[in-house]
């Protein structure tokens, strides 16, 4: 691939040449009132190619489809792998904005450095999301709520059935149009708080988004199922006390009118949702404690009533409403089981500046030039 | 598939209808002297599918070539994904050896739960393994201590952005021709020990063969081999105080003539040639201890002479001597950096028994029907 380095806004640009491989005839488009989640790819992805000495190569958006894989490629047997989520939005004028894509960059970076990867460059991360939605602007819905769900992976693509880093990976952009995550409404969840399996613990790849993470909270999640749960909250791997994440997402709780969250020490996901919810609260003058956060003092407050509010945060659902906690045998209800205020009020602010409905004061958007 | 149950030897066996098809051509078999480790793959592999409701169906061995993954497999980016690493060996009679072959099986099935992913049954795991290696007899080497290295493994292929049990499975075997691991006979390496990074805590995946447990292991390894030593030793998760296991090997250190292992407790990888290794000593009488081993007790030993052998145990190199540790700085070395008699012996019986050059009294080996 030959790099072009350009002078933009006094920012060192990378300008990728990437090549196109475009289908014939497109897709029909799926009904925009059943998308559900991850039904639909797009007609096109973006591919990326790395080796050792070369650095990334051959970036091309290509038709969907798909890839050849040797059965002794790495990440079939040792999982170096990592992926991202965000989403496009389709805003009223018709424009089509992303969300903080630099901040998935950034976090993609960190989490290849974790599991030996090469990180994608922020820049060419944003411009190779941003060119592919381009060519897929058809496939951003219209539809309240929905969006272009944006998944980015890397993955190991040598084969070698020696434990190393690989000397070859694929970077590679997948699109997905998606349905309100909600569709009747923001509805709480009822929380199972996991003392069995643990998700992370710090000298792990809690920070994170690595396959490994995923696959090992499954079994948790299918507990929590056959509980009648709908998802678990995560304590942390070393005292089996602190509260860290809540299914795949950040955990807030309103305590005594202070927003209590994990803070960010290494077994945690840094989520892009939760950094702008607590740049939100902070901007409404509102307290948020980044600490450790006990499942007995979280259990005490519920009891006495001054836990008055509980959500989850997260790319998919934006903010996730929790009605019941159930630790030990113990379910207790927050806030009569009903979406609180600030809840409803933080959902309605973020989605508001995501479908560019609302004044974007923290320049987070990012329009794309069609 | 269609399954018919035989009785044989009074236990009930599956028998399954595996369909070939097969390479016009055989490739030709490389050098023996120079076959190093995971260089060449044969003509074909085994191949069966999961479908949930189904179960597994069209067992298949075929020609070894690339398989067709969708971008959106979920082995891709949720790593649902476990694998397995045995043995054939040619003894002198030219018949050819499978050592355990059940207990990979059995691990698999214990690998596959945690990841909540079907187990493949016992009895279909073997033969399967017996019946690819039969089909590939010749690619078994001859040459000393050279082997057909085995590597079956199971992972997601169903394609969805969601996080949850997949529906699909593949279960694959392919086979490798391997060199001496030690070409130059077995010689001591030096370990670091791991004070930073954490390769398992308990309740979470360290007793599996997941893909994720090695993804998140590279890290240490580069760090250990930037700093001149060959291998880690991992510490437990929980105090960062207990030694678990060696690189990809199960570690045993000889503490005033006993031999110290860390139990399996839910951290530590149940090794087959940990397990091997344990019979044999209490076959000659030598006392085994499972327990926790702290690191100070370890260096303690160390320095005082007390520590007179340290090894790591695994099927790719059966015994590695540890000839120095290194902890925060500090190193000590074991031995005089010399393999100890113990260890040479265990080696020497192991591979004996493994290559069916001594008499198997545990009846370990299996003798695949030609």
Redo the contacts between chains.
């Keep these: 691939m030959r790099l072009s380095n350009i002078k933009q806004n006094n920012k060192e640009t990378t300008k990728m040449d990437i090549k196109y491989e475009l289908v014939e005839k497109r897709k029909e488009k799926p009904d925009e009132n059943n998308l559900g ?2 039904n639909y ?1 797009t007609d096109h ?1 973006f591919i990326m190619d790395y080796t050792e000495g070369k650095g990334w190569h051959d970036a091309r958006i290509v038709p ?9 490629m790495m ?7 990592t ?1 991202e ?1 965000l989403k496009a939005y389709r805003n009223e004028k018709g424009e089509i904005l992303l969300f903080r894509p630099e901040m998935n960059a950034k976090r993609m970076i960190n989490s290849n450095k ?3 990867m090469p990180g994608v460059p922020e820049d060419m991360f944003v411009e190779a999301v941003e060119k592919l939605v381009k060519c897929e602007k058809d496939w951003v819905p219209a539809k309240e709520e929905t969006s272009l ?1 944006i ?1 980015p ?1 890397v ?1 190991a693509s040598e084969s ?6 690989a000397k070859t990976y694929k970077f ?1 952009i ?1 699109l ?1 149009p998606v349905g309100a995550y909600y569709p009747e409404g923001v509805n709480p969840v009822k929380i199972w708080v996991e003392d ?3 998700r992370a ?5 809690g920070f994170t988004k ?10 948790a ?2 507990k929590a199922e056959e509980n009648g749960y709908t998802q678990v909250l995560w304590l942390d ?2 005292h ?1 006390k602190y509260v860290e994440e809540v299914g ?1 997402m950040n955990a807030m709780f309103v305590i005594d009118g202070k927003v209590v969250t994990a803070a960010l020490d290494g077994s945690v996901l840094p989520g892009v949702t939760r950094d702008s919810i607590i740049h939100i609260l902070k901007d409404w003058g509102m307290e948020v404690e980044e600490r450790d956060l006990s499942i007995d003092e979280l259990m005490d407050a519920a009891r006495s009533g001054k836990l008055t509010e509980a959500f989850g945060t997260g790319t998919a659902a934006v903010i996730s409403p929790i009605g019941e906690l159930c630790y030990k045998g113990e379910a207790v209800e927050i806030n009569g089981f009903k979406t609180g205020e600030l809840t409803q009020k933080l959902y309605d602010t973020l989605t508001g500046i995501q479908w560019g409905k609302i004044e974007d004061k923290f320049g987070w958007t990012r329009k794309i030039d069609l």
Tied chains: 1, 2.
């Design positions: 989640f991850g790819f992805m969907y489809g798909p890839l050849s894989i040797d059965p002794a990440v079939l047997h040792y999982a170096q792998e992926f989520g974790r599991i030996c769900y998944r992976f993955f070698s059935v020696g434990v190393h880093p590679i997948i997905s069995e399996y643990v613990v710090k000298g792990g790849t690595c396959g490994g993470n995923y696959a090992a909270s499954i079994a999640q299918v791997g070393v089996r795949t």
